[in-house]
C-alpha cells in the first residue's frame, strides 16, 4: 500500500525502554526520520538515518533499520515521564517531500 | 537561532468565510511545506516550494484551497469558502534545500476551527 503504518498507542512504566515501530513502502526511501510531537506543538526531529545503515544511536534512541521489510523501529532508554509525546516515522521517496505515519502516542506511567 | 514561525497560533472563523495562515521558514532555508494534522489522520502533504521551481501543489484537497510564497521567504496559505471539515492543525515545515538528508523543521501551526 502506500501508508507509513505505526502501532497508534504504546504505554510504559517509567524506567522501562520503549520500542516505536513502523513499516514503511517505498524500498527507494533513500531517510527515515523520527519526530516527537509533545500537546500543542509542532513536530520536532529526534532523529534520522540513511538508507545504507543499520542502526544509529544517538544517547538514549537507538533506531534499528531492517531494509529488506521495511521495518523501522525506535527504542527510548529508561524512559521517561517527560517523554510521553506522539511520536511519527516518516520517509523521504526521491526527492519529494516527506510522508508519515498517523503516529504512537507514548504514554509513560511513573 | 529563530525556528519557523506561524500566525496566527488559533483561529475560529464561520462556515464560508475564507481565512489566511502565515509562516516565516527559517532564514536561509530554500524548501518550504505545509501540512494538515486533522484528528486521527495523521500528517496529510499540501503543498511544497523549493527555491524558485514551480511549486508542487499535488497535496491540495480542493481548489478553494491556494498558497503562494513571496519572495523565496514566508509564505501564505489561503482558504477560501472554508467549511467544517478544514478545521484541523495547519502546520508549515521549512528545510535548508530538497536534499535527502535535509530534515524538515516544524512550526507549532495554526489551529483552525471553522463553525
Known amino acids: 500500500g502506500e501508508d507509513v503504518e505505526q502501532s497508534l498507542f504504546l504505554s510504559v512504566r517509567e524506567g522501562d525502554s520503549s520500542v516505536i515501530n513502523c513499516t514503511y513502502t517505498?524500498?527507494?526511501?533513500?531517510?527515515l526520520y523520527w519526530y516527537k510531537q509533545e500537546p500543542g506543538a509542532g513536530l520536532q526531529l529526534l532523529t534520522y538515518i540513511f538508507s545504507n545503515m543499520d542502526m544509529k544511536q544517538d544517547q538514549r534512541l537507538t533506531v534499528l533499520l531492517n531494509k529488506k521489510d521495511k521495518h523501522l523501529s525506535l527504542r527510548i532508554a529508561d524512559t521517561q515521564t517527560g517523554d510521553s509525546a506522539i511520536y511519527f516515522c516518516a520517509e523521504r521517496r526521491g526527492y519529494s517531500t516527506l510522508t508519515f505515519g498517523k503516529g504512537t502516542m507514548l504514554l509513560v506511567s511513573p | 537561532g529563530a525556528g519557523v514561525s506561524q500566525s496566527p497560533s488559533n483561529k475560529v472563523t464561520e462556515k464560508g468565510k475564507d481565512v489566511e495562515l502565515r509562516c516565516d521558514p527559517i532564514s536561509g532555508h530554500t524548501a518550504l511545506y505545509w501540512y494538515r494534522q486533522s484528528l486521527g489522520q495523521g500528517l496529510e502533504f499540501l503543498i511544497y516550494?523549493?527555491?524558485?521551481?514551480?511549486?508542487?501543489k499535488s497535496g491540495l484537497p480542493s481548489d478553494r484551497f491556494s498558497a503562494e510564497r513571496t519572495g523565496g521567504s514566508v509564505s501564505t496559505l489561503t482558504i477560501q469558502r472554508t467549511q467544517q471539515e478544514d478545521s484541523a492543525v495547519y502546520l508549515c515545515?521549512?528545510?535548508?534545500?530538497?536534499?535527502?538528508?535535509?530534515?524538515?523543521?516544524f512550526g507549532n501551526g495554526t489551529r483552525l476551527t471553522v463553525t
Open positions: 515545515a521549512s528545510s535548508l534545500d530538497q536534499g535527502h538528508n535535509s530534515p524538515l523543521h
Open positions: 517505498d524500498s527507494s526511501s533513500t531517510y
Open positions: 516550494f523549493q527555491g524558485n521551481s514551480a511549486p508542487d
